[in-house]
């Protein structure tokens, strides 16, 4: 079974700009979660999705969203990019929500590391 | 609100020797836990996770976790540390209770292993 697949891998935008970053769940997998890592603020939620739906959100201003496709596919877009911005951005796909016998646990894929200049 | 901590950002050992991470845990209700472990610019991988049973939990590579709910603490264990251990680790906790609660994870602590 193929795992998350987070496309681009790597990214160089400057201040202003937007960006789109993709993320193709495991097959199955209806829940897409994203997370930005940086080194001094560690591993942050950005927000969840399920079914198309925004089922949780973390505490990150307008500039950032997302959205799921009926294939469970998500996007998550970032306007007006500012410096610290630059993270890596994590996708994860979990069964969450699919069975009474899942427990959530996340499947990550390698991440999309962005760097604004 | 739910929350997770690792006290330690750093943990030092020897080849050869115990290693003990260290995870304390904030929730409501029954937690589901987990731990996870990064390598330098990859994702993070599943390495094991506690939902009930038996507090000993096994795990991938090795690797054990203690469930102690008096002590709402899940530390990460392996009796014999690997130079290829060396990494980021993260604990995780999600209330039981709810499937559509979000992971949240601690700050991770990077695990050194000298030859």
């Known amino acids: 079974k193929a795992g998350v697949t987070q496309t681009p891998r790597y990214l160089i935008k400057t201040r202003g700009q937007q960006v789109t970053l993709s993320c193709s769940p495991i097959s199955g997998h209806r829940s897409v979660s994203w997370y930005q890592q940086t080194p001094g603020q560690g591993l942050q939620f950005l927000f969840e999705y399920f079914s198309e739906t925004q089922r949780n959100k973390g505490n990150f201003p307008g500039r950032f969203s997302g959205r799921q496709f009926s294939n469970s596919r998500s996007e998550m877009n970032v306007s007006t990019l500012e410096l610290g911005d630059s993270a890596l951005y994590l996708c994860?796909?979990?069964?969450?929500?699919?069975?009474?016998?899942?427990?959530?646990?996340?499947?990550f894929g390698e991440g999309s590391r962005l760097t604004v200049l | 609100a739910q929350s997770v901590a690792q006290p330690e950002d750093q943990v030092n050992v020897a080849e050869g020797n115990p290693l003990t991470v260290k995870c304390t845990y904030s929730?409501?209700?029954?937690?589901?836990l987990f731990w996870y472990v990064q390598y330098p610019n990859r994702g993070l991988q599943f390495l094991l996770k506690y939902i009930t049973g038996d507090n000993l939990v096994k795990g991938s590579y090795g690797f054990e976790a203690e469930f102690n709910k008096s002590q709402t603490s899940f530390h990460l264990k392996k009796p014999s540390a690997l130079v290829s251990d060396s990494a980021l680790y993260f604990c995780?906790?999600?209330?039981?209770?709810?499937?559509?609660?979000?992971?949240?994870f601690g700050s991770g602590t990077r695990l050194s292993i000298r030859p």
């Open positions: 995780a906790v999600r209330p039981g209770y709810s499937s559509a609660s979000k992971i949240i």
């Open positions: 929730v409501s209700g029954n937690p589901y």
């Open positions: 994860a796909s979990s069964l969450l929500g699919t069975g009474i016998a899942n427990t959530g646990e996340l499947f």
